[in-house]
């Protein structure tokens, strides 16, 4: 693996004493791509010293300066060092089609990730963080790779079972129709060129649609979470991978790793959490509830966010 070297941390914001440093990271997937990364340091950072490394991975449809960056920053101020970064084919990593969302990728850009933390001097231990469909392809990335300490998940979605099942699991029927349209969509690439591009989240609010859709709408469309990197689609070929995609397949049997999965109680997504609890057991996996946030809440509004972080570092230093 190939590391792009930048200069030693020195840039900050403004917003706080976190420093950050951005670094490219050469991808092993045999693809070809570089994910764009970004490093925060912890207050008082010294690189003679050994820190554990938080790996952050961003939902579907986001890019890096998003949720993934708002949970950097606060656990880079309670003494960790955390790197986010854009998945394959998105933000500001390589990769064509642009706004492919592949889960096996997903989990080997995570992989990656480590593979550039088991080189850097300052890391003694690394753990991940997902957030949404992230927090589902962290736990799959854990099961696959050992190097990885400890897990964290906050508002985790199963893409695959989200695909099969629907956002709240309301739903069985939809696979097969998913299936026909992606391989529609491959084939039409295949002969004429054309991508066709679908949505994550809402163009537009309607009165009509659920909280959390319409949270999804203000997060990705307007000023509360917008950003010009992630607009909020995905190329129709992926239904064919994410239709039969199981980030937690075998994780009786291969997730070792202590595991914090935190939910918002008022979020129809926390039957993820409690599928992957009921799956392993409380021993490994443990579930912490944020009293009156939905999904969307935890990605940015701090009265949640801080919670979730007060929660996470402590299981994070202990679980190292």
Request: glycine content about 8%; charged content about 25%; proline content about 4%.
């Amino acid at each position: 693996m190939a590391v792009i070297a930048l200069p030693p941390p020195s840039s900050s914001d403004g917003k706080d004493n976190v420093v950050h440093e951005k670094v490219s990271i050469t991808n092993r997937n045999g693809a070809g791509i570089t994910n764009a990364a970004e490093l925060f340091f912890p207050p008082d950072f010294d690189k003679k010293h050994k820190y554990t490394a938080i790996a952050i991975a961003h939902p579907a449809g986001g890019v890096k300066e998003q949720a993934a960056s708002i949970y950097a920053r606060k656990l880079a101020r309670k003494g960790f060092v955390t790197i986010v970064f854009d998945s394959s084919y998105n933000g500001g990593s390589s990769g064509s089609p642009r706004h492919l969302e592949d889960p096996y990728v997903r989990v080997e850009d995570i992989s990656a990730v480590v593979d550039y933390l088991t080189t850097v001097d300052y890391v003694s231990s690394i753990s991940v963080l997902g957030v949404c469909t992230a927090g589902g392809y962290a736990v799959n990335a854990a099961m696959n790779d050992h190097r990885i300490k400890a897990v964290g998940a906050v508002s985790c979605v199963n893409i695959g079972a989200m695909f099969r099942e629907g956002w709240d699991g309301g739903r069985k029927d939809v696979a097969g129709h998913l299936l026909e349209e992606g391989a529609e969509a491959r084939t039409e690439e295949a002969n004429h060129g054309a991508i066709l591009i679908m949505d994550w989240s809402p163009e537009t609010k309607n009165s009509h649609d659920t909280r959390e859709q319409q949270d999804a709408y203000e997060y990705y469309r307007t000023l509360r979470g917008a950003h010009p990197d992630a607009p909020s689609k995905f190329t129709g070929r992926s239904l064919t991978q994410l239709a039969t995609y199981d980030a937690f397949h075998l994780a009786e049997q291969f997730l070792t790793q202590p595991t914090m999965l935190i939910v918002g109680t008022e979020a129809s997504t926390r039957w993820y959490s409690q599928q992957l609890l009921d799956k392993v057991g409380d021993d490994l996996v443990s579930l912490f509830t944020i009293r009156d946030a939905s999904h969307f809440d935890l990605y940015d509004k701090d009265k949640y966010v801080d919670e979730a972080v007060d929660k996470l570092g402590v299981f994070f230093k202990y679980n190292v």
